[in-house]
């Protein structure tokens, strides 16, 4: 399985640092399977968004909670590897294809401009 961590938004960067800075604990972005061929969106494997984990506590050698939401982090230079609790997970439009989900590509050929504010038109009547 090759994992890729998704570059974030501007909004979801600054909503990152200034959790991590607030509680002392990490905010991850989840990684996406690059295995599959076809896909048309680099960043995020044409699943359209991108997801942080804002993390309330941790680590924890075992997730041991009916109630908690966890997730695994491998340990870098700021964060021990254990199992952290989810406080929060958020969801942004992908910055890469704005969202464009696949069966309505392919936005790489042809106008992209076009295809982005088609879409988003779509999306904004769908809410
Ligand atoms: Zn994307």
């Not at 870098?76 to 199992?83: D, F, S, V």
Request: charged share 25%; hydrophobic share 30%.
């Amino acid at each position: 399985m090759t994992l890729k961590t998704p570059y974030l938004p501007n909004e979801a960067e600054n909503i990152a640092r200034a959790w991590m800075r607030e509680h002392k604990q990490p905010a991850f972005v989840v990684a996406v399977n690059h295995d599959y061929g076809g896909m048309t969106c680099p960043n995020c494997n044409d699943i359209g968004g991108v997801y942080l984990k804002l993390c309330s506590a941790g680590p924890y050698q075992t997730p041991r909670s009916h109630t908690a939401v966890f997730t695994w982090f491998d340990g870098n230079e700021t964060y021990r590897k254990g199992w952290y609790i989810v406080k929060e997970m958020m969801t942004f439009t992908c910055p890469e294809c704005k969202g464009i989900p696949r069966e309505r590509g392919p936005w790489i050929s042809g106008s992209r401009v076009e295809e982005l504010k088609a879409a988003e038109g779509r999306l904004a009547r769908r809410r």
